[in-house]
């Protein structure tokens, strides 16, 4: 396998990762905790859900051919919650992984320089991947981290769980040395 073609499989993996995170992480709510919101400043998991479809949308639609940012695409409305229960949410979701999916499994190793455009920027497929490998598990990790807020101690660690390090790395060094995506058994442990 070329670098191009492992880069394309990596990162297929890493999206993957994060979607996973992020629907184990809504998994362990109750349908009415997608839609609190701390304070006027801050977003609810149901509004987040909604930016981060809009984005996928938009930047994804016609990946190669179109700029990124769609004339359809009204990013301000994301902020505003129009979503009413946990299946709306989860629809929402899934369209936008969906788009991304269907864009990445369409990529071949050598458009990964091709010149694509965001906002009339100028990117290569790589730094626009890069550029969305960044931007979706901040997100997520904000998923993450108000789910556990809300679920307080009834919370399912979705990582090493606190103090079992030392267990994790013995279990990791155990094995054999080989080379693997780090998602290979992540992926298997989140299912």
Same mark, same amino acid.
């Given at each position: 396998?070329?670098?191009?073609?492992?880069?394309?499989?990596?990162?297929?993996?890493?999206?993957?990762?994060?979607?996973?995170?992020?629907?184990?992480?809504?998994?362990?709510?109750?349908?009415?905790?997608l839609f609190v919101s *701390?304070?006027?400043?801050?977003?609810?998991?149901?509004?987040?859900?909604?930016?981060?479809?809009?984005?996928?949308?938009?930047?994804?639609?016609?990946?190669?051919?179109?700029d990124g940012e769609k004339?359809?695409?009204?990013?301000?409305?994301?902020?505003?919650?129009?979503?009413?229960?946990?299946?709306?949410?989860?629809?929402?979701?899934?369209?936008?992984?969906?788009?991304?999916?269907?864009?990445?499994?369409?990529?071949?190793? $050598?458009?990964?320089?091709?010149?694509?455009?965001?906002?009339?920027?100028?990117?290569?497929?790589?730094?626009?991947?890069?550029?969305?490998?960044?931007?979706?598990?901040?997100?997520?990790?904000?998923?993450? *981290?108000?789910?556990?807020?809300?679920?307080?101690?009834?919370?399912?660690?979705?990582?090493?769980?606190?103090?079992?390090?030392?267990?994790?790395?013995?279990?990791?060094?155990?094995?054999?040395? $080989?080379?693997?995506?780090?998602?290979?058994?992540?992926?298997?442990?989140?299912?």
């Amino acid at each position: 396998m070329n670098a191009d073609q492992s880069y394309l499989e990596s990162v297929k993996k890493q999206f993957l990762y994060y979607k996973m995170l992020g629907e184990k992480a809504i998994d362990q709510l109750e349908p009415s905790q997608l839609f609190v919101s *701390f304070n006027d400043d801050t977003n609810s998991i149901a509004t987040i859900v909604k930016h981060i479809s809009g984005n996928m949308l938009s930047r994804w639609t016609d990946f190669l051919t179109s700029d990124g940012e769609k004339e359809w695409r009204n990013r301000d409305s994301e902020f505003e919650n129009d979503l009413q229960s946990k299946e709306d949410v989860l629809e929402v979701w899934n369209k936008g992984w969906i788009c991304l999916e269907n864009a990445l499994e369409s990529l071949k190793p $050598e458009q990964l320089s091709e010149i694509i455009y965001i906002r009339n920027e100028g990117h290569t497929v790589i730094e626009a991947i890069n550029r969305q490998l960044t931007h979706y598990p901040y997100h997520v990790g904000q998923i993450v *981290f108000y789910a556990k807020q809300l679920k307080n101690s009834e919370w399912n660690s979705l990582s090493i769980p606190k103090n079992k390090s030392g267990n994790y790395n013995a279990e990791k060094f155990a094995k054999e040395k $080989e080379i693997k995506n780090f998602t290979d058994d992540e992926l298997k442990r989140l299912k």
